[in-house]
């Protein structure tokens, strides 16, 4: 069980802005652990209910046969659910829980997402298990590629401190709505000391490319009396930016779902999805179209 979660010095103000639907997906291990207390956190300092979901997979031609999850073990699910309610609680965070089975995970959590007209899913990340299976595999990077909420990814031991944020933009439409909730971020809530912002370019000829974005960026900050250091950066996108988020000390990266190609292509090259791979940061991934 979670101890009580002081967010009076990390939540000052509203981080995330008006939240009105926070849906925490778990699949109840120890690396959703940082998921869950970043949820109660937020769903306290925005004064607005969690939804608690786990689904558990199934195989059709397994149950055919008999196969299916016994009772034992959705009672074990059931006592995890009401553990994390009981943590919220403890919080004052109200809590609605909820275990649903599906052939395809991912699309059970944005179903609901959808459904419930959530604002910001929150998950974990599993350990590193190689970047191609994760990319290939990870329900949190199929639940990116479908949703259009936004996304928040939480590695097992990150701290959410809302102190240095950094951005990271390729000048494109994917980019749009990262750039803006960083700016927001910075801009509304006195916890953040610093705004970074980022822009990739393969090779020395194309900096002028990223320099011309973050000028605009800086335009853009400074309109709204933010102040943002800018890095023009040489080298493979999602490598690059993981490393700057460790040298920057960031302790959250926003980004948008750049570098995809629809459903097919972010699973197979995502920026986003290979940086929520490797970052030791949590990451939000904002779609351009879940701008509020």
């Known amino acids: 069980m979670l101890e009580k979660i002081d967010i009076k010095e990390r939540y000052r103000m509203k981080l995330m802005g008006s939240v009105r639907s926070i849906l ?61 309610r009981e943590d919220a609680a403890l919080n004052n965070v109200e809590c609605t829980t909820m275990l649903k089975r599906s052939e395809r995970v ?41 949703t259009s909420s936004k996304v928040l990814v939480v590695p097992k031991e990150a701290q959410l401190k809302g102190e240095t944020l950094l951005v990271a933009s390729d000048g494109s439409k994917h980019s749009e709505g990262a750039v803006n909730e960083a700016i927001d971020m910075a801009s509304r809530c006195p916890v953040v000391k610093s705004l970074l912002a980022v822009s990739v370019v393969p090779d020395k000829s194309k900096l002028g490319q990223a320099k011309d974005i973050l000028s605009k960026i800086s335009d853009r900050a400074n ?67 879940a701008v509020h």
């Open 106 to 146: 991912h699309e059970a959590i944005t179903e609901e997402a959808e459904k419930q007209r959530t604002d910001i899913i929150i998950m974990g990340r599993r350990g590193m298990t190689g970047l191609k299976k994760f990319i290939m595999g990870s329900v949190t990077a199929k639940v990116i590629a479908s």
């Open 24 to 84: 925490l997906a778990t699949d109840g291990s120890d690396y959703s652990m940082g998921a869950v207390k970043e949820a109660i956190a937020f769903s306290r300092e925005c004064n607005t209910s969690l939804r608690l979901l786990r689904v558990l997979e199934i195989n059709p031609a397994y149950e055919s046969m008999g196969f299916n999850y016994s009772t034992e073990m959705v009672k074990l699910v059931e006592e995890e659910l009401d553990s994390i």
């Open 223 to 289: 309109a709204r009396g933010v102040k943002v250091e800018t890095f023009p950066l040489v080298g493979q996108p999602y490598k690059t930016l993981v490393n700057a988020s460790l040298e920057m000390a960031a302790d959250i990266i926003i980004m948008g779902n750049y570098g995809s190609t629809g459903f097919a292509g972010v699973l197979m090259g995502s920026v986003a999805e290979r940086v929520i791979a490797l970052s030791m940061c949590s990451v939000l991934v904002v779609k351009n179209n």
